[in-house]
């Protein structure tokens, strides 16, 4: 949140509820219908991907990516584009064609960034979620088709 998008926080972000949030995960990730990708430097963390899979039968060829993040410090040393070609490797893996996802569309957003590796913007809706500020903002959706490779 601080320097960054509001990933589904309202400022300010208690620690505890940091925590609980990330406990959350733990179910999701061991049924397997989430994986989360860290990246390290040394043993800190310093930024993370989530890719939820779609479990209903006309739904397993797609996938939504979410809570990209790095650290504002580790920001533009290429760490998200790691994260997102670890996680597209990983879906191919899984037979999955579509990604899809959806950002800010203001300056807290990361549009640059995925258009920069491929996905292509197909629209927003108004007042979508709350900024940290408690603000609404429109979002920013996006896809990517996998090739196989």
Same mark, same amino acid.
């Given at each position: ?5 509001? =990933?589904?926080?309202? *400022? ?21 219908? =989430? ?12 930024? *993370? ?23 504002? *410090? ?12 670890? =996680? ?14 959806? !950002?800010?569309? $203001? ?8 258009? !920069?590796?491929?996905? !292509? ?5 108004? &007042?979508?979620?709350?900024?940290? &500020? $408690? ?11 996998? *090739?196989?490779?």
């Amino acid at each position: 949140m601080d320097g960054g998008g509001s =990933l589904g926080f309202l *400022s300010p972000l208690l620690p505890s509820d940091a925590i609980d949030y990330w406990r959350s995960l733990a179910p999701q990730v061991q049924s397997g219908v =989430l994986a989360v990708f860290i990246a390290r430097e040394e043993s800190r963390i310093v930024g *993370s991907a989530q890719i939820a899979f779609v479990s209903k039968p006309n739904g397993r060829h797609r996938a939504e990516v979410l809570k990209v993040m790095v650290h504002p *410090s580790h920001r533009r040393r290429g760490i998200a584009a790691r994260l997102m070609s670890e =996680l597209e490797r990983h879906a191919r893996a899984r037979s999955i064609r579509l990604l899809y996802l959806d !950002t800010a569309e $203001g300056p807290s957003g990361a549009r640059d960034f995925y258009e !920069t590796i491929g996905y !292509t913007y197909a629209g927003g809706i108004p &007042d979508y979620a709350l900024d940290p &500020d $408690g603000r609404p903002a429109k979002n920013a959706i996006y896809f990517k088709l996998l *090739s196989a490779r």
